[in-house]
Antibody, heavy 119, light 111 residues
Framework: QVQLVQSGAEVQKPGASVKVSCKAS????????ISWVRQAPGQGLEWMGW????????NYALSFQGRVTITTDTSTSTAYMELRSLRSDDTAVYYC????????????WGQGTLVTVSS | QSVLTQPPSVSGAPGQRVTISCTGS?????????VHWYQQLPGTAPKLLVY???NRPSGVPGRFSGSKSGTSASLAITGLQAEDEADYYC???????????FGGGTKLTVL
């Protein structure tokens, strides 16, 4: 069926990096883009960036520029989000969502990946 | 502070109608960018309720409706049900930030 399945929970130390995957199935991957959104414990949603699965064009939130990289592997219909120089306030659930553009609606969401940053 | 402003909480009795507002500015809603609405139940991923200001994805009940005017948008829920108790978020694009933005979220309590 049509779904996005994300990789499992991660525990990382401050200063480290994390790479979360998001595997799409049930639809033609290059037809849509993928957004990444995070949610800190008890907090709201925060948009991190978007990538076109068609041509790899990216758009990152200003607050994450220089620290985040979003990529895709069209051969496996998988999107990746790498966040570097982790801090304790990066502890959050990270979601991928299928979206037509940077401002596009998230029509299909992954189940979320909890990333915990702790020494 | 979120670029899009939502009330922290709203409440209503079963069967009643409630509205959730989303107030932006000239660089997002006022610039004509579309607004989308999501419902998030505890411990689950957000679910798209309304896209492109007024459109409902297949499977979303007609009790949920969206509207937009100028720098503001609203989500209306009629015939309130216990299972509507959730957090609701609006989303749009902001040209000053060159990216998407979410409202701070509104917790709906069904009394």
């Amino acid at each position: 069926q049509v779904q996005l399945v994300q990789s499992g929970a991660e525990v990382q130390k401050p200063g480290a990096s994390v790479k979360v995957s998001c595997k799409a199935s049930g639809y033609t991957f290059p037809t849509y883009g993928i957004s990444w959104v995070r949610q800190a414990p008890g907090q709201g949603l925060e948009w991190m960036g978007w990538i076109s699965a068609y041509n790899g064009n990216t758009n990152y939130a200003l607050s994450f520029q220089g620290r985040v990289t979003i990529t895709t592997d069209t051969s496996t219909s998988t999107a990746y989000m790498e966040l570097r120089s982790l801090r304790s306030d990066d502890t959050a659930v990270y979601y991928c969502a299928r979206a037509g553009g940077s401002g596009g609606a998230g029509t299909l969401w992954g189940q979320g990946t909890l990333v915990t940053v702790s020494s | 502070q979120s670029v899009l402003t939502q009330p922290p909480s709203v409440s209503g009795a079963p069967g009643q109608r409630v509205t959730i507002s989303c107030t932006g500015s000239g660089s997002n809603l006022g610039a004509g960018y579309e607004v989308h609405w999501y419902q998030q139940l505890p411990g689950t991923a957000p679910k798209l309720l309304v896209y492109g200001n007024i459109n409902r994805p297949s499977g979303v009940p007609g009790r949920f409706s969206g509207s937009k005017s100028g720098t503001s948008a609203s989500l209306a829920i009629t015939g309130l049900q216990a299972e509507d108790e959730a957090d609701y978020y609006c989303q749009s694009y902001d040209s000053s930030l060159s990216g998407s933005v979410f409202g701070g979220g509104t917790k709906l309590t069904v009394l």
